[in-house]
């Protein structure tokens, strides 16, 4: 496991018996349907999960902070790492952070520096008394998905709980690093909300609230060939910016739905 820095600062019956055995006869026959040609199973896609919201965030202002993900907390293809959008949170909220990226990693990949984010998360220091935890990504993963991602992602979380029982948990889902969002992208986005949301944790969706589009895509990503589509220096800023203004909206959030969110039909083709 490679930890890229650790950043300290100060921040009636029978009648009814009748139509039911109506009822079965006609169902029977529908499930049957010997009329029909057997065809391969389509993917399904499940629907959102509903769930009560999570307790809202209670941050103090030096709180103790890991911040674990992969390449993008990792501060790629900014001026230098230390200007990434982990360090520049923690820097204007005055947090007391550990950094943990990971260049290339996922919760079924693992990267160029260090294993996949079970592993590495198996190896964080026990000793961090965390006030909060920020897990970001991975779009590492949309290569591999779905074989076995939720079961990655479910084990690496309950490793994670029994290690930090006291920590507030926040899920960062994958943000796109190129548009339109990729379909592998998106499922890996709803799979964690719906997974976060069972939990009862506050998931935040880049996607969702759109924090790269079409119209600001050129200044958030360096598609060059020392970026190779990460965010730039100014990218990793407003992802930092953007990033504190959700986290400000789950502190005494009232009422908030913890859906998975929606993917479009046209999406289930593979």
């Given at each position: 496991?490679?930890?890229?820095?650790?950043?300290?600062?100060?921040?009636?019956?029978?009648?009814?018996?009748?139509?039911?055995?109506?009822?079965?006869?006609?169902c029977a026959v529908a499930a049957w349907r010997p009329w029909t040609q057997t065809s391969a199973p389509v993917a399904a896609v499940d629907e959102p999960v509903?769930?009560?919201?999570?307790?809202?965030?209670?941050?103090?202002?030096?709180?103790?902070?890991?911040?674990?993900?992969?390449?993008?907390?990792?501060?790629?293809?900014?001026?230098?790492?230390?200007?990434?959008?982990?360090?520049?949170?923690?820097?204007?909220?005055?947090?007391?952070?550990?950094?943990?990226?990971?260049?290339?990693?996922?919760?079924?990949?693992?990267?160029?520096?260090?294993?996949?984010?079970?592993?590495?998360?198996?190896?964080?220091?026990?000793?961090?008394?965390?006030?909060?935890?920020?897990?970001?990504?991975?779009?590492?993963?949309?290569?591999?998905?779905?074989?076995?991602?939720?079961?990655?992602?479910?084990?690496?979380?309950?490793?994670?709980?029994?290690?930090?029982?006291?920590?507030?948990?926040?899920?960062?889902?994958?943000?796109?690093?190129?548009?339109?969002?990729?379909?592998?992208?998106?499922?890996?986005?709803?799979?964690?909300?719906?997974?976060?949301?069972?939990?009862?944790?506050?998931?935040?969706?880049?996607?969702?609230?759109?924090?790269?589009?079409?119209?600001?895509?050129?200044?958030?990503?360096?598609?060059?060939?020392?970026?190779?589509?990460?965010?730039?220096?100014?990218?990793?800023?407003?992802?930092?910016?953007?990033?504190?203004?959700?986290?400000?909206?789950?502190?005494?959030?009232?009422?908030?739905?913890?859906?998975?969110?929606?993917?479009?039909?046209?999406?289930?083709?593979?």
């Open positions: 496991m490679h930890e890229h820095g650790r950043l300290r600062v100060r921040r009636p019956w029978l009648p009814l018996a009748g139509v039911a055995l109506a009822v079965a006869l006609v509903a769930a009560a919201a999570p307790a809202a965030l209670d941050v103090p202002d030096d709180a103790s902070v890991l911040i674990f993900g992969d390449s993008w907390v990792y501060g790629s293809a900014a001026e230098v790492p230390t200007l990434g959008f982990a360090y520049r949170i923690a820097e204007n909220l005055g947090w007391d952070a550990t950094v943990d990226g990971v260049r290339g990693s996922g919760y079924l990949k693992a990267g160029i520096d260090g294993p996949d984010y079970g592993t590495r998360i198996a190896a964080l220091d026990p000793s961090l008394d965390l006030d909060l935890i920020i897990v970001e990504g991975s779009i590492n993963d949309r290569r591999l998905y779905p074989a076995g991602y939720r079961d990655a992602v479910v084990s690496a979380w309950d490793a994670l709980a029994a290690l930090y029982p006291d920590a507030q948990i926040v899920i960062l889902g994958p943000a796109p690093q190129v548009l339109p969002v990729e379909k592998a992208t998106a499922r890996i986005d709803a799979d964690l909300a719906a997974l976060a949301a069972a939990r009862s944790w506050w998931y935040i969706s880049p996607i969702e609230q759109e924090w790269i589009t079409e119209a600001n895509y050129l200044d958030v990503i360096d598609t060059g060939e020392i970026g190779r589509d990460h965010p730039s220096t100014d990218g990793h800023a407003y992802l930092a910016e953007r990033l504190a203004e959700a986290l400000d909206g789950l502190s005494g959030a009232a009422e908030v739905v913890a859906d998975a969110p929606t993917i479009d039909e046209a999406d289930l083709t593979p």
